[in-house]
C-alpha cells in the first residue's frame, strides 16, 4: 500500500523522516484546498524566532478548489522575498552555500501551481538528502479513514510539537534562543548537510 501525503511547501522535519520510511509516497492532488497548513507554508529560524514563509495561494474555485488547481500569485515578488528571507536566516549557517543554488534555480521560476512548485522542491530535497522515495500524485480523492497509510493530516501547523521527539542540533541562532524543532526541512540540511538523512532516520 502507497502512503498518502499532503502536498507540502518546504515541508517541516517530519514529513521528510515519514517519507524516508517508504519506497514511494502519493501525494494527494484531488482534496480541497486546507488553508494555513504546510500546503503553502514553510517555518524558519530567524534572529527573531520562528517566521513562517507563505506562499500566496489561489484559488480558482473558492473553497471548492482542488489541490491540483491551486494557483499562485507572484504579485509580491514572494518569491524573492522568500530567498532574502532564507538568506538572512542561513546565510551564517555551515551549509547555506552548498544548497542555496538549487533552492534558487526553483523560486526563481515561476510556476502557475502550487503542486507544480512544491513537487519540485520536494524532489530536489529527496535528492539533496539522499532519500530514494518515489513520488507520485493520486488520480481520486481518498475519503479520510477508508486508507491505512493516510499521512495527510499528520503534519500540523498549530499543533504543539513533541520536543522529545526531535533531538537538539545547532541553529544559527541558538546562543540567542532555545532549540526550535520541526521546522522546515531547509533548517535542518542547511545546519547538519551530509549529515541530515541520518538525523532523519534517527527520529
Known amino acids: 500500500m502507497t502512503p498518502l501525503f499532503a502536498t507540502g511547501y518546504l515541508p517541516p522535519i517530519a514529513y521528510f523522516a515519514k517519507l524516508a520510511q517508504y519506497e514511494e509516497a502519493a501525494i494527494e492532488a484531488m482534496e ?3 488553508k494555513q497548513t504546510y500546503r503553502n507554508r514553510a517555518l ?3 534572529a ?3 517566521m513562517p514563509l507563505i506562499v500566496p495561494a489561489i484559488r480558482t474555485h473558492g473553497n471548492h478548489t482542488m489541490t491540483k488547481d491551486i494557483g499562485i500569485s507572484y504579485v509580491e515578488n514572494w518569491n524573492i522575498k522568500h530567498l532574502r528571507a532564507l538568506e538572512a ?3 551564517a549557517s555551515p551549509y547555506y552555500l552548498y544548497y542555496k543554488d538549487d533552492l534558487e534555480a526553483i523560486l526563481t ?3 502557475d501551481f502550487l503542486i507544480d512548485l512544491n513537487r519540485d522542491l520536494t524532489l530536489m530535497l529527496l535528492k539533496k538528502l539522499k532519500i530514494n522515495c518515489r513520488i507520485s500524485f493520486s488520480e481520486d480523492f481518498v475519503v479520510p479513514g477508508e486508507y491505512g497509510l493516510d499521512f495527510r493530516n499528520d503534519f500540523s501547523i498549530k499543533a504543539a510539537v513533541d520536543t522529545a521527539q526531535f533531538p537538539a542540533y545547532d541553529q ?3 546562543t540567542k534562543m532555545p532549540f526550535l524543532p520541526n521546522l522546515s526541512i531547509v533548517d535542518l540540511l542547511f545546519n547538519l548537510g551530509p549529515d541530515a538523512k541520518k538525523y532523519l532516520m534517527g527520529i
Open 32 to 34: 480541497t484546498f486546507h
Open 44 to 46: 524558519i529560524a530567524t
Open 48 to 50: 527573531n524566532g520562528v
Open 89 to 91: 536566516a542561513y546565510g
Open 109 to 111: 521560476h515561476k510556476y
Open 172 to 174: 544559527v541562532f541558538d
